[in-house]
């Protein structure tokens, strides 16, 4: 699941309840979201981390780069 730039993971499923715990793929990061029938009801999103830049992002900050370096 992705929320807010930041992915979980199902850490346990609950079939005869529709019910899923998730958590933030960081091994260290205690941000946890809970959901019933595909909607959210409990959520820690205090993450102790940044989200991690997207594709888009990263090739933004490589041309940027490249560009710098090009001009100097």
Request: charged share 25%; aromatic share 10%; proline share 4%.
């Amino acid at each position: 699941m992705r929320l807010g730039g930041f992915s979980f993971y199902a850490e346990k499923v609950f079939p005869e309840k529709s019910k899923v715990r998730w958590r933030c793929t960081r091994r260290t990061c205690r941000a946890y979201a809970h959901t019933l029938h595909d909607r959210i009801f409990a959520l820690s999103n205090v993450h102790s981390h940044q989200p991690p830049a997207s594709a888009a992002q990263r090739a933004a900050a490589t041309l940027a780069q490249g560009k710098v370096a090009s001009d100097e």
